[in-house]
């Protein structure tokens, strides 16, 4: 979390000519032309692949910014750039400066800015269990990038739109604070919104042709698919929502394929080149996790660190506890937590615009649209803040909103949100204060003793457990499941002994 406050607003005039523009290039006879890696005819709305390559030059620094920057880790770094370039080799557009790029997030997903600029996130390797499963993700995304989908999208005027509220609380709240509740069209959520069923078949297919034509083992495309499917169930279980249900940024809801539709396109892609989906191909095992032993593991220090209900930001130095049963996710702008109740937190940041206080700030700047109620000065960890509530609506119904400003510079507030469905306003109130009143700042000597968690890769002993293995997760009671997914061991399934197996290190 790097707490610079985030500019979503997309005004009404912006998306009305925004609009007209596409509905302009929908009336018009267009670019169709036809692909040389799908080998059909495609409407890019007049975008030639010279502007696929500006558009992802202007957007790269957007990308980084929005997921944390770039992993810095060279051995890691060079080692997926140069599977990338081998893969792009096969591809049939020689053109586009491809770039792929390890993104310093937890968060697990993978996709493709046009022009041929790809990513992957460091969440997503953590999961990997082979160079094959790499492959077979990067192939997928330079797919994209060769049917050039990106261009169909813009030229059939599918503007990628997420109803976000607060990172990935997912409630859709009327009468919040303007700021946070008018979120459009930015970069970041347009890059990983999911394309159509028919561009992922067809991703699919073509991203068989690269990495089988490359050496992989093309099976390894459905095997890490469903390592993702196990990882969203358990992510879900984790958040407390129904198995099937994954958050925004999650890959199986940016990429919903399922493990036949990757057979029914290994077929697809037998039948069109080379590529043989039964049992070719090298796997490459041992390399792959000879290159992440070491890799940061959950979230980097640099931008904070979820430790149980605990965030520290050792930068920042300062430190608050979110209340029991919650469960918080961090990013670049924000962390976002919820309880399996419904029940929701945010903490973020905001310019002051001028407020000469934390009450100030909060009556006219932050909530100036709101109604608020009980509005307060208070002091927390020496610093002068406010708070008041408000109500709204969500999905599911009314719910109660209590806002907190904490002084952090001239220039800046610090706030909070905490959001409970109007039935368990009472129920919370008190977890809420608490988790206001426990913000304060830590010392150089506490920021310093903050460390990262590093994914290590070791030999299983005669006399190691599942368990013993698994207690250095940060997921509490779901550290075993977690354990299970990052190792693909199934359900009641062990390991053997010297069997090379991820752990997590503090």
């Given at each position: 979390?790097?707490?610079?406050?985030?500019?979503?607003?997309?005004?009404?005039?912006?998306?009305?000519?925004?609009?007209?523009?596409?509905?302009?290039?929908?009336?018009?006879?267009?670019?169709?032309?036809?692909?040389?890696?799908?080998?059909?005819?495609?409407?890019?709305?007049?975008?030639?692949?010279?502007?696929?390559?500006?558009?992802?030059?202007?957007?790269?620094?957007?990308?980084?910014?929005?997921?944390?920057?770039?992993?810095?880790?060279?051995?890691?770094?060079?080692?997926v750039q140069k599977i990338g370039l081998a893969l792009a080799k096969q591809a049939e557009y020689?053109?586009?400066?491809?770039?792929?790029?390890?993104?310093?997030?937890?968060?697990?997903?993978?996709?493709?800015?046009?022009?041929?600029?790809?990513?992957?996130?460091?969440?997503?390797?953590?999961?990997?269990?082979?160079?094959?499963?790499?492959?077979?993700?990067?192939?997928?995304?330079?797919?994209?990038?060769?049917?050039?989908?990106?261009?169909?999208?813009?030229?059939?005027?599918?503007?990628?739109?997420?109803?976000?509220?607060?990172?990935?609380?997912?409630?859709?709240?009327?009468?919040?604070?303007?700021?946070?509740?008018?979120?459009?069209?930015?970069?970041?959520?347009?890059?990983?919104?999911?394309?159509?069923?028919?561009?992922?078949?067809?991703?699919?297919?073509?991203?068989?042709?690269?990495?089988?034509?490359?050496?992989?083992?093309?099976?390894?495309?459905?095997?890490?698919?469903?390592?993702?499917?196990?990882?969203?169930?358990?992510?879900?279980?984790?958040?407390?929502?129904?198995?099937?249900?994954?958050?925004?940024?999650?890959?199986?809801?940016?990429?919903?394929?399922?493990?036949?539709?990757?057979?029914?396109?290994?077929?697809?892609?037998?039948?069109?080149?080379?590529?043989?989906?039964?049992?070719?191909?090298?796997?490459?095992?041992?390399?792959?996790?000879?290159?992440?032993?070491?890799?940061?593991?959950?979230?980097?220090?640099?931008?904070?660190?979820?430790?149980?209900?605990?965030?520290?930001?050792?930068?920042?130095?300062?430190?608050?506890?979110?209340?029991?049963?919650?469960?918080?996710?961090?990013?670049?702008?924000?962390?976002?937590?919820?309880?399996?109740?419904?029940?929701?937190?945010?903490?973020?940041?905001?310019?002051?615009?001028?407020?000469?206080?934390?009450?100030?700030?909060?009556?006219?700047?932050?909530?100036?649209?709101?109604?608020?109620?009980?509005?307060?000065?208070?002091?927390?960890?020496?610093?002068?803040?406010?708070?008041?509530?408000?109500?709204?609506?969500?999905?599911?119904?009314?719910?109660?909103?209590?806002?907190?400003?904490?002084?952090?510079?001239?220039?800046?507030?610090?706030?909070?949100?905490?959001?409970?469905?109007?039935?368990?306003?009472?129920?919370?109130?008190?977890?809420?204060?608490?988790?206001?009143?426990?913000?304060?700042?830590?010392?150089?000597?506490?920021?310093?003793?903050?460390?990262?968690?590093?994914?290590?890769?070791?030999?299983?002993?005669?006399?190691?457990?599942?368990?013993?293995?698994?207690?250095?997760?940060?997921?509490?009671?779901?550290?075993?499941?977690?354990?299970?997914?990052?190792?693909?061991?199934?359900p009641g399934q062990t390991f053997k002994p010297n069997q090379r197996l991820k752990v997590v290190?503090?």
């Amino acid at each position: 979390m790097c707490l610079e406050p985030a500019n979503y607003h997309l005004n009404r005039r912006q998306l009305l000519a925004g609009l007209a523009s596409g509905a302009a290039l929908a009336g018009s006879a267009g670019c169709v032309a036809t692909n040389a890696a799908s080998g059909r005819d495609s409407f890019t709305g007049f975008q030639s692949i010279e502007d696929d390559i500006a558009q992802g030059r202007a957007d790269h620094p957007k990308i980084l910014k929005s997921f944390g920057g770039a992993y810095e880790g060279s051995r890691l770094v060079g080692y997926v750039q140069k599977i990338g370039l081998a893969l792009a080799k096969q591809a049939e557009y020689q053109q586009y400066p491809y770039r792929f790029t390890i993104l310093n997030t937890q968060i697990v997903n993978a996709f493709a800015l046009p022009g041929g600029f790809i990513y992957i996130t460091r969440g997503l390797l953590s999961l990997a269990s082979s160079e094959a499963e790499l492959a077979g993700v990067l192939s997928h995304e330079l797919a994209h990038v060769t049917a050039r989908h990106g261009a169909e999208r813009q030229g059939a005027q599918q503007v990628a739109q997420i109803g976000l509220l607060l990172g990935s609380i997912g409630l859709q709240v009327a009468g919040l604070p303007s700021e946070l509740m008018q979120i459009g069209q930015t970069v970041a959520l347009a890059a990983i919104k999911g394309y159509s069923r028919e561009h992922e078949f067809e991703a699919d297919t073509l991203g068989v042709r690269y990495m089988s034509k490359a050496g992989y083992n093309a099976d390894a495309m459905a095997t890490f698919l469903a390592s993702l499917r196990e990882h969203s169930q358990v992510e879900a279980r984790l958040l407390g929502l129904p198995p099937g249900k994954v958050d925004e940024f999650n890959i199986m809801s940016t990429h919903p394929r399922t493990v036949e539709r990757v057979k029914q396109a290994q077929q697809a892609a037998a039948r069109q080149s080379s590529a043989q989906p039964g049992g070719k191909g090298e796997w490459r095992r041992d390399e792959y996790l000879d290159r992440i032993d070491g890799m940061v593991f959950g979230d980097d220090p640099k931008q904070g660190v979820i430790r149980g209900q605990v965030f520290t930001h050792p930068v920042l130095r300062i430190k608050f506890q979110a209340p029991d049963g919650f469960h918080l996710r961090n990013s670049p702008n924000r962390v976002a937590g919820r309880h399996p109740s419904g029940a929701a937190m945010n903490f973020d940041a905001g310019p002051a615009k001028g407020a000469a206080s934390a009450y100030d700030y909060l009556d006219s700047v932050w909530a100036s649209q709101s109604r608020l109620h009980d509005l307060e000065s208070l002091t927390i960890d020496g610093r002068d803040a406010a708070t008041a509530w408000t109500t709204g609506r969500g999905q599911k119904g009314p719910v109660h909103i209590r806002a907190l400003a904490i002084r952090r510079n001239q220039k800046e507030f610090y706030r909070f949100m905490f959001i409970s469905p109007q039935d368990q306003a009472q129920r919370w109130a008190r977890p809420y204060r608490r988790s206001g009143l426990s913000f304060r700042s830590i010392s150089r000597r506490e920021a310093a003793k903050v460390r990262a968690y590093r994914l290590l890769v070791v030999p299983a002993r005669t006399d190691d457990s599942i368990a013993g293995l698994a207690r250095t997760l940060p997921y509490g009671r779901f550290n075993e499941d977690w354990f299970r997914v990052l190792n693909d061991l199934a359900p009641g399934q062990t390991f053997k002994p010297n069997q090379r197996l991820k752990v997590v290190a503090g």
